[in-house]
């Protein structure tokens, strides 16, 4: 039977640090100690002017291939989870495809807003366990999202950052490595709560709307803190129902990383320890739909994780959608 096998990591974010200060004196007021204390975010990346999302990607996604120990020739798919594309059209893994020179390979992308890496992964993941076509797959989650920032927005302007997180999905037999199970849910109800409006059919960019800042991202209600636990615990309790496993047996947790106090949250619920879930936001801010892939590869680099651990990446972003899905590493 083959399976999708994660065969590397890799990940990016831009040589820019911005620190808290930087947004005590744009704003003219303490946000730093709020920042460490309620989410733990002390820095963050943000691209220079000259910088794209296909930057991010495309330093992401070599590091991924050569720990994968493969070329992009070798490549016959490539995905890219995002929502701050590098044109509303092509597509961004058309413009990746071409600079990696993965020349046989096909390209999309895919925009689940933050929950798009771990949608991208399942997708990857059942191509190759359903058409022996696909030997090799890059997934990559990547995040620009300073260049949609009201600078005097302190709701979103001190929590976004930009950066990338890629993996390599291979074919592999004879193995218990590779994807278990995932889980796919959204809650539609919540898609004008937070999100870039401006931009698309509905309410194309003309002057008046960058006048108004319209084409930048916002925050038009705030969401009830218990969605994400709530969502997360059912969840990982669902997937460990369909691969028979006790939420103890899981080694490692990849979870959103917008709210520290969430991750704990579900942890709390799941009786497990603070420790079981790598965190990211302190040095990188919210990274959005790379938070997840960058902070496997910052594990797996470190040996936080090993192969044959079974970890579970959890997802949840604008829409509000949600995904999940169960590995053993």
């Not at 260049?147 to 976004?160: R, S």
């Not at 291979?170 to 994807?179: I, L, Y």
Request: aromatic content about 10%; hydrophobic content about 45%; proline content about 3%.
């Amino acid at each position: 039977m083959r399976k999708a096998v994660i065969t590397g990591t890799g990940h990016y974010v831009p040589e820019r640090i911005v620190t808290n200060q930087y947004f005590n004196d744009l704003l003219g007021e303490d946000v730093d100690t709020w920042l460490r204390q309620n989410v733990h975010i002390e820095e963050r990346r943000w691209c220079a002017a000259d910088e794209s999302t296909a930057d991010l990607c495309e330093a992401a996604a070599g590091r991924a291939l050569e720990a994968a120990g493969i070329k992009a020739t070798d490549l016959d798919l490539v995905i890219v989870a995002t929502d701050t594309p590098e044109y509303i059209s092509p597509a961004t893994a058309a413009v990746l495809q071409d600079r990696l020179g993965a020349r046989k390979a096909g390209t999309f992308d895919l925009n689940s807003a933050c929950a798009g890496f771990v949608t991208a992964l399942d997708v990857a993941s059942k191509y190759i366990i359903a058409d022996n076509r696909y030997q090799h797959v890059l997934v990559v989650g990547a995040y620009a999202m300073s260049k949609y920032l009201n600078l005097h927005d302190k709701k979103t302007v001190t929590l976004f950052a930009d950066g990338a997180g890629a993996v390599v999905v291979s074919a592999q037999t004879n193995t218990n490595r590779g994807f278990l199970a995932s889980e796919l849910r959204t809650e539609g109800q919540y898609a004008s709560w937070m999100g870039i409006y401006a931009g698309g059919t509905k309410q194309p960019v003309t002057e008046s709307v960058v006048a108004q800042q319209d084409q930048l991202l916002k925050f038009v209600h705030k969401f009830p803190k218990e969605l994400n636990p709530t969502y997360w615990s059912e969840m990982t309790l669902s997937l460990c129902n369909r691969i028979g496993v006790g939420p103890e047996e899981i080694n490692h947790f990849f979870i959103t990383q917008i709210n520290i106090n969430s991750i704990w949250a579900t942890l709390d619920i799941l009786g497990l320890p603070h420790d079981r879930a790598t965190y990211i936001m302190q040095k990188h801010g919210y990274t959005g739909s790379a938070a997840i892939p960058m902070a496997l590869d910052i594990a797996a680099r470190k040996g936080t994780i090993q192969q044959g651990d079974l970890i579970f990446l959890i997802g949840s972003g604008g829409g509000l959608a949600f995904a999940a899905a169960a590995f053993r590493f």
